[in-house]
């Protein structure tokens, strides 16, 4: 015990360390409220030292109630590597086996040959239940883990594909793990993430949350999740028609239904790093072993159920964006330099593209802050000095994208990623400045050109999301 202690006193909440990113990432975040409306918390730390965390905006948009570094998220699918960590944990105590299959624990489901190793890689093949349970499930009872047992039963789903055969993101995989946890345990999921994971390294607002609807148990700032309504403003997802999805499903827990604080995250994200939790042999284990998710990419998922890949910052391990109605989540860890970033949002803002220009601003990138477009008059003939075919360097997705003038327009349209071609419509480029232009729907992109006195490009810059990245002329021009 005196080690777990000693664990929480070097690395408490609230020590910050002296950056001189302080300044910029203030001022980007600032410009995401005010013009991306972003709402929710966010933390950052450096070599095992939190340099940075805010808060803004409401936890409850309709008590305007502010959030604050306590107020607790749903985090949707960052609650997956909570049940990894369980299971490694009873694998270590040799309570069970990566290859012990699922029948093994659960005989009443009818899935043969799928082991524990393939539910945690998303190599399992097992059938996703919430389209068909949408369709029969009575939406005045809630659901829980044994109800999606029954239901996978009686139903006899058959199986999306081989076991091993390939990777598909499962959430119904890690529901069944914290099955497995419990029948393992002989404790109740939540009881055992308390004890087990929470309570050895002081996570002070961390815990299976599955009552808020089920039960009508509140917690006290709680950070509520909204959704943005055409007439009504942010509000519960509860609360409309298409959402109505959201309640019954209340009880199911191990693919989401744990809340945390972005520092309790933070805490989590050091005990994996510094094998609190496990042996080495077992931490190495967990991280290394993994199965390819994405080709293109190159991303993969480790046993953690956390992605691992490669961008322009070097390797990273991260959880993945997560999202549920009115939550999108972001944490991230960057190796080369043990910077993790954290990013919680309750009303749907972009946490992905948030926590990346984060990542830029750390890094020493350049990003632009948000701010309000408006369009600027331009002679149709200034544009064609404009065209041409161009590289975005960005790792590992590289874009190819064309730029060119149609009927006194500018347009951009993507052709090539990576390695291979891409079909997508043309979208116009609707210019704000002599030598900068924004996409006139769809994603926030904008082009920005240095132009030479002769009036020709010097060079271009492709700004995704705030983040701005020089490209490089593309040798074969593309095609119109």
């Not at 450096?46 to 409401?58: D, L």
């Not at 499962?170 to 099955?179: D, K």
């Not at 072993?289 to 046993?303: E, F, G, H, N, V």
């Not at 972001?330 to 926590?355: F, H, K, Q, W």
């Amino acid at each position: 015990m005196k080690k777990l202690l000693t664990l929480f006193c070097i690395y408490p909440a609230l020590i910050f360390a002296q950056d001189p990113h302080v300044t910029k990432l203030d001022l980007f975040l600032k410009s995401a409220e005010k013009y991306n409306n972003f709402n929710g918390n966010v933390l950052i730390a450096k070599g095992g030292k939190m340099i940075y965390e805010k808060s803004i905006g409401y936890s409850n948009f309709s008590t305007k109630e502010k959030l604050s570094p306590n107020s607790m998220f749903e985090l949707a699918s960052l609650t997956k590597p909570f049940v990894a960590t369980a299971i490694f944990q009873l694998k270590e105590k040799g309570k069970l086996s990566l290859s012990d299959t699922l029948r093994k624990f659960i005989p009443e489901l009818p899935y043969k040959n799928v082991t524990i190793y393939q539910m945690l890689s998303h190599t399992s093949g097992l059938p996703d239940e919430y389209e068909a349970m949408d369709k029969k499930w009575d939406r005045k009872k809630f659901a829980y883990n044994k109800d999606v047992i029954e239901f996978l039963a009686a139903e006899n789903l058959p199986p999306d594909f081989a076991p091993g055969s390939k990777c598909e993101y499962s959430n119904v995989a890690y529901e069944l793990l914290a099955v497995i946890v419990e029948r393992v345990s002989g404790q109740s999921f939540a009881s055992y993430v308390q004890e087990n994971i929470c309570k050895p390294i002081g996570l002070k607002n961390t815990r299976v949350y599955n009552t808020r609807r089920t039960k009508g148990e509140k917690i006290p700032g709680y950070a509520y999740g909204y959704v943005k309504d055409s007439t009504r403003g942010y509000i519960i997802p509860d609360s409309l028609i298409k959402y109505s999805w959201v309640i019954y499903p209340d009880g199911i827990y191990g693919a989401g239904n744990i809340s945390s604080t972005a520092e309790d995250l933070y805490l989590f994200d050091r005990a994996l790093k510094d094998n609190k939790f496990f042996t080495n042999i077992i931490q190495d284990e967990l991280q290394q072993s993994r199965a390819l998710w994405d080709t293109t990419y190159k991303i993969y998922y480790s046993l953690s159920s956390q992605k691992v890949g490669m961008n322009e910052f070097g390797r990273y391990i991260h959880s993945g964006v997560a999202g549920w109605p009115g939550y999108k989540n972001d944490m991230i860890r960057y190796l080369r330099d043990d910077l993790v970033i954290i990013v919680l949002s309750n009303n749907e803002s972009n946490a992905g593209y948030i926590s990346g220009a984060l990542a830029y601003i750390m890094n020493d990138q350049p990003v632009v802050n948000a701010y309000e477009h408006k369009e600027y008059p331009m002679e149709s003939r200034q544009l064609s000095r404009f065209e041409g075919a161009y590289t975005v360097p960005y790792i590992p997705d590289a874009i190819t994208i064309n730029i060119f003038k149609k009927d006194k327009k500018l347009y951009y349209q993507p052709v090539q990623l990576m390695d291979r071609a891409v079909k997508s419509e043309p979208i116009e480029l609707t210019p704000e400045s002599p030598n900068k232009f924004f996409l006139s729907k769809g994603e926030d992109i904008q082009i920005e050109f240095d132009l030479k006195k002769s009036g020709k490009v010097d060079k271009a810059y492709f700004i995704l999301y705030n983040m701005k990245k020089e490209m490089v002329p593309y040798r074969r021009p593309a095609g119109k």
